[in-house]
């Protein structure tokens, strides 16, 4: 099964060219007659109005051809207001989904920090979510998609708009586990212990990793992944990233 994964959208409150990114993609996607997921992995809205998320859920009926639509929130996104916008609609947000015979589990990383010492921006996963991520890979092994990458991906900057208890999140994979995020505006694949960390390219802005300080780019676009089953567990192959 294919997975399309269309991320850090940031739709302002009216719509502007970043709408236009994100018709553009979703056009993509919903040309593609193979199996398909669609998943929408936070920063949805920049300043989470609920325009911003009705227009989303307006784009995406238009795509006929995308039936599998799972999104999560990102630290710019209210999860609540997102729920709201996206009920009764093809955009589901939940903590645990099966498409095509992968299953999928979606960790909320959109907590806002306990702390001080990161920056707007940080994430954090709560102890009911890591609860539930425990539980849900103990058997089982799962496709985990996150906004917040698990792993350091990047320079200091990015580490400090991270998640705040990432130790506790990373020492609950006893066992190996894919996990695709968003946030980094950056595609990466690292691997680092039990967790391989994939993160896709945004559709709003890149950013510029190699830098000390955030610096955008306009390397923009969508992350493409093939999912599928092999000796008892699931693999990812990076098929491409769809730039704009
Ligand atoms: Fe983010």
Redesign the pocket.
């Known amino acids: 099964m294919k997975i399309y994964q269309i991320t850090?959208t940031h739709l302002a409150e009216a719509s502007n060219d970043l709408d236009t990114n994100l018709i553009r993609l979703l056009d993509i996607v919903n040309q593609d007659k193979d199996e398909k997921v669609l998943l929408l992995t936070?920063?949805l809205a920049n300043a989470a109005v609920p325009a911003a998320y009705q227009r989303i859920r307006t784009y995406l009926e238009a795509c006929e051809l995308i039936t599998h639509c799972y999104a999560l929130a990102?630290?710019?996104d209210d999860l609540h207001v997102m729920k709201a916008c996206f009920k009764g609609s093809k955009i589901k947000i939940r903590q645990s989904a099966t498409v095509h015979g992968i299953p999928f589990h979606f960790l909320d990383t959109s907590e806002k920090p306990l702390g001080r010492s990161l920056e707007l921006?940080a994430g954090r996963v709560t102890s009911r979510e890591i609860m539930a991520l425990k539980k849900a890979i103990r058997k089982t092994p799962r496709l985990i998609i996150s906004?917040?990458p698990i792993l350091d991906v990047s320079e200091q900057w990015f580490k400090q708009?991270g998640i705040e208890n990432q130790a506790e999140v990373v020492r609950c994979f006893t066992s190996k586990c894919n996990v695709i995020s968003?946030?980094a505006h950056h595609y990466f694949d690292i691997k680092q212990g039990n967790v391989r960390q994939l993160v896709g390219i945004a559709s709003a802005y890149g950013f510029e990793h190699q830098s000390n300080t955030p610096q955008r780019s306009d390397c923009l676009g969508m992350s493409i992944y093939k999912a599928s089953w092999s000796e008892g567990e699931i693999c990812v192959e990076h098929l491409s990233n769809n730039l704009l």
């Open positions: 850090d936070g920063d990102g630290n710019h921006g906004h917040h708009i968003g946030h």
